[in-house]
């Protein structure tokens, strides 16, 4: 019994290592929508925290520092809307620890709609209630109804973000779900006998 740990931590390692080295066998337009596919959505993320950025500026009637209030709001929602897809959906496909193409969509969607929508708006609203408290560009308020303020600043923006997050589910939904046909390509190729090359059908 105590040398099935071992075994088995082993024969993961082993099947991780002959899934990443296959990965040049796949067709080449699989590989890079499995490489460059997270970085589009984590793009779609850093455009939703431009968009929300910008409508909490005209809320609270902003128009100090546009590119200091801007430039955390592109990048922080890309990075982490590519790192959460990254080990929720493209590391545990390459590590064989993700073997549900249902589970793989729903983690896609629940990632777009995260990293790349309710993250961002979010991460928006400390940011612009301070430069608004800086600025004086809009009434805060007391103490007792911070909370309550932030909600009704928020509700709107929330309704006119719904589509972005509709689409960014969408997006994240298509994307794991075409990460999960080059994992199955990329199984083929690992465990068949032989460990013959996938044709490309386009070819």
Excluded: W
């Excluded at 993320?45 to 500026?57: D, E, F």
């Excluded at 309550?148 to 600043?153: F, N, Q």
């Excluded at 994307?175 to 199984?187: R, W």
């Amino acid at each position: 019994m105590s040398e099935s740990a071992p075994e088995k931590a082993l024969t993961r390692a082993v099947i991780t290592a002959m899934m990443s080295k296959n990965f040049d066998k796949l067709p080449d337009i699989d590989q890079k929508i499995f490489v460059y596919g997270p970085m589009y959505l984590g793009g779609n993320g850093g455009l939703a925290g431009l968009i929300a950025n910008s409508l909490y500026r005209r809320s609270l009637n902003i128009t100090q520092a546009a590119v200091t209030s801007s430039l955390p709001m592109a990048v922080l929602p890309f990075l982490t809307t590519f790192a959460l897809y990254s080990a929720t959906v493209s590391n545990p496909l390459l590590s064989c620890d993700l073997n549900c193409p249902s589970c793989a969509l729903i983690r896609g969607a629940l990632v777009g709609v995260v990293g790349g929508g309710v993250y961002p708006i979010l991460l928006a609203l400390p940011v612009n209630i301070g430069l608004a408290a800086r600025y004086g560009t809009a009434p805060m308020p007391e103490k007792g109804n911070v909370f309550r303020h932030c909600v009704e600043l928020t509700r709107p923006i929330f309704r006119k973000m719904r589509a972005v997050m509709v689409l960014q589910a969408f997006f994240g939904t298509y994307l794991s779900s075409k990460n999960f046909e080059t994992y199955t390509k990329l199984a083929q190729i690992t465990f068949s006998s032989g460990g013959e090359e996938l044709e490309d059908p386009n070819n």
